[in-house]
């Protein structure tokens, strides 16, 4: 993502914080965000209490006032500080940054792709996102000079967040930008804690986390996890069985895909296998929103066939379907794109296309709409119609095409949505597979 700052030194207080664990002092400040500005501390209008410090003092264009309040409250813990804010505001409080200033120079370690050095052009990362960056909202730093930092938020349940990092004059800056759920917006916003310390190795600082997120979040280690089918455990192959592609160029037909299975079960006993029907429908992702048989594969009648077949095997059969988009041509789907519709806290509505389906290199692909699950209209659709394609075809699991995709949406809760939708699917019937792709925090 592009990364853009202000071209002007912000009147805002700043913070000296002193913690024998990182050595030299940092300092912190606070930004308000509504829905049209950025308002700041003006300067010297703290007033401090212990660790706690207040201002009803705070401003727009460095100069005008508006009416609002900051309360930070900094705390001690083990290795490091914690900082709980409380922001307020006469309209409707977006979010809030809390801005660290003057930390040690690291190489960030805690992205799921890879390393990267903290540089003068800074980076932007963003939470959640299931895919590239940020599946916990935790910084883990490797410091120049040894040891490691860390900077992590204490969600209660899943805010969205971004964070800006940049070298400055042999230091660390780093913005965490933690915004209100949509659904939520009010004058007032009890920021969730942002703790930042140091630790002599990284595994501590991720064990810390761990434990956490599973409490949180009430989470199970996998060995006694209660939503894994018995059969999942047995699984040691997952076949990837590609049907037809968006354009309409078919790798397997429901007679194939079989044939192939059967040839795999001659090296490995089929109650190790799980198969994963992709484009089963018919057009991949053109087709989403109806998950029905597709003739040119071989229809209904060859599709329950190949089912059985792979099942009399000792194999398990999965379908893939669109958990957030669909094709807003289709009827059943056209009557509801315009309620179900993802809508940012602002109101924007956003028609990316996905990705690159024909190889003209656009990802302008109007037809396909993006859907929230947490919405009744649209979850009671898509969970008719995998009900459906499990009740007459016998598939054994559902897997969910973009599950980790946030919004924050203004109008549904889409992480309670999908915590709900699942457990939805997992009454179809005994030993149902629900799996999805990507991962952020509770999911």
């Known amino acids: 993502m592009q990364t853009q700052d202000l071209s002007y030194k912000l009147n805002n207080q700043k913070i000296k914080i002193?913690?024998?664990?990182?050595?030299?002092?940092?300092?912190?400040s606070v930004e308000v965000f509504s829905l049209e500005n950025v308002y700041t501390v003006a300067e010297n209008t703290y007033v401090q209490n212990g660790g706690e410090y207040f201002s009803d003092c705070l401003v727009w264009g460095n100069t005008e006032r508006r009416t609002g309040s900051v309360k930070l409250c900094v705390s001690d813990v083990s290795g490091g500080k914690r900082f709980k804010t409380d922001a307020a505001l006469d309209g409707m409080l977006r979010g809030?940054?809390?801005?660290?200033?003057?930390?040690p120079l690291g190489t960030l370690i805690s992205l799921t792709d890879e390393d990267k050095p903290v540089t003068g052009y800074g980076m932007h990362l963003k939470y959640?996102?299931?895919w590239r960056s940020l599946s916990t909202p935790l910084l883990v730093f490797r410091l120049d000079k040894g040891g490691y930092l860390y900077l992590r938020c204490l969600d209660k349940t899943v805010n969205e967040k971004r964070f800006f990092i940049k070298a400055v004059n042999g230091g660390m800056r780093v913005?965490?930008?933690q915004d209100s759920n949509g659904t939520e917006l009010s004058g007032k916003y009890s920021v969730p804690e942002v703790e930042c310390?140091?630790?002599r190795s990284a595994e501590e600082i991720y064990s810390r986390h761990s434990d956490y997120i599973k409490e949180v979040y009430k989470l199970d280690e996998y060995e006694n996890c209660r939503i894994v089918p018995d059969w999942f455990r047995d699984?040691?192959?997952?076949v990837t069985m590609h049907m037809q592609t968006f354009t309409g160029h078919i790798f397997h037909t429901y007679e194939s895909a079989y044939r192939d299975i059967e040839k795999?079960?001659?090296?490995?006993?089929?109650?190790?296998?799980?198969?994963?029907?992709?484009?089963?429908?018919?057009?991949?992702?053109?087709?989403?929103?109806?998950?029905?048989?597709?003739?040119?594969?071989?229809?209904?009648?060859?599709?329950?066939?190949?089912?059985?077949?792979?099942?009399?095997?000792?194999?398990?059969?999965?379908?893939m379907y669109g958990m957030n988009m669909a094709n807003k041509n289709l009827p059943q789907i056209a009557r509801l794109a315009e309620i179900s519709e993802f809508q940012s806290v602002s109101g924007a509505r956003f028609h990316n296309g996905s990705v690159d389906w024909e190889g003209a290199h656009h990802y302008d692909f109007n037809d396909l709409v993006q859907l929230n699950i947490a919405e009744k209209t649209w979850q009671d659709c898509l969970f008719g119609q995998i009900k459906s394609a499990t009740d007459e075809y016998g598939f054994d699991g559902a897997f969910l095409d973009i599950a980790a995709c946030y919004v924050n949406d203004k109008n549904n809760s889409l992480y309670e949505?999908?915590?709900?939708?699942?457990?939805?699917?997992?009454t179809i019937k005994p030993q149902f597979l629900v799996s999805g792709e990507g991962y952020y925090d509770g999911l």
Not at 235 to 238: A, E, H, Q, T
Not at 417 to 425: A, M
């Open 128 to 130: 959640p996102e299931g």
């Open 175 to 177: 913005d965490i930008v």
């Open 96 to 103: 809030v940054k809390l801005r660290f200033d003057n930390l």
């Open 18 to 28: 002193y913690d024998s664990a990182i050595g030299a002092p940092y300092d912190v």
């Open 417 to 426: 949505g999908v915590v709900e939708f699942c457990d939805r699917l997992r």
């Open 264 to 319: 795999l079960t001659r090296f490995i006993d089929g109650k190790h296998i799980l198969v994963y029907l992709t484009g089963w429908e018919g057009r991949y992702y053109y087709k989403y929103g109806d998950y029905t048989p597709d003739a040119r594969l071989g229809g209904a009648e060859k599709l329950k066939e190949a089912v059985e077949k792979m099942q009399a095997l000792g194999c398990k059969v999965m379908a």
């Open 235 to 238: 699984i040691s192959l997952v």
């Open 197 to 199: 310390g140091i630790a």
